[in-house]
């Protein structure tokens, strides 16, 4: 009974089980196992997404952004007052995120390497690409250079997974993958 105190108080010199020294003996070696596979999966997994990342103030990452729509416009979405951005094939392309929606359209060709550039203009905004399912943080603050190359083309949707407020549920974007 936890009510009672123990008959010995000097816990630690109580011999313990085997069982109890199996298992955390079985929990260490795994918890070693998975400490590592970290460096290990990062080096050989071929799945991260390896990333540059440097301090921007938000404002000089807007104007970057605007550089880009100025010179690379091609339409504006039909619906919305997006305008739909086509950069040439690997350049540098710039997205950003704000409260509540990801700026511009962007329209990028398969197969083509590019490098993106991410960041937030306010708060911190989570970019989820579906159904690719890539999922980066965005903070304002930091640039995030990503090298990506679409290995498909068509419609994708970009939906912030980091809840930002209360437009969270409304901040939608797209991107395009031409032939
Ligand atoms: Cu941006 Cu949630």
Known sequence: MSLTPPANKIWWNEPVEKAEILWVTLALIWALIMFFMM???HVYGKQNVSNEAYRIQPDAYAKKVEAMVAKYTVRQEKGNN???VHPPAGSDVYLLARLWEWYPILELENGKSYRLHLSSLDWQHGFSLQPANINLQVHPGIEMVVTVTPNA???YGII???FCGIGHHTMLGKLYVTK
Do not use: K, L
Request: hydrophobic share 35%; charged share 15%.
């Open 39 to 41: 460096p290990v999966w």
């Open 160 to 162: 912030c997974n980091e």
């Open 153 to 155: 083309a068509g419609e």
């Open 82 to 84: 997006q305008p739909v």
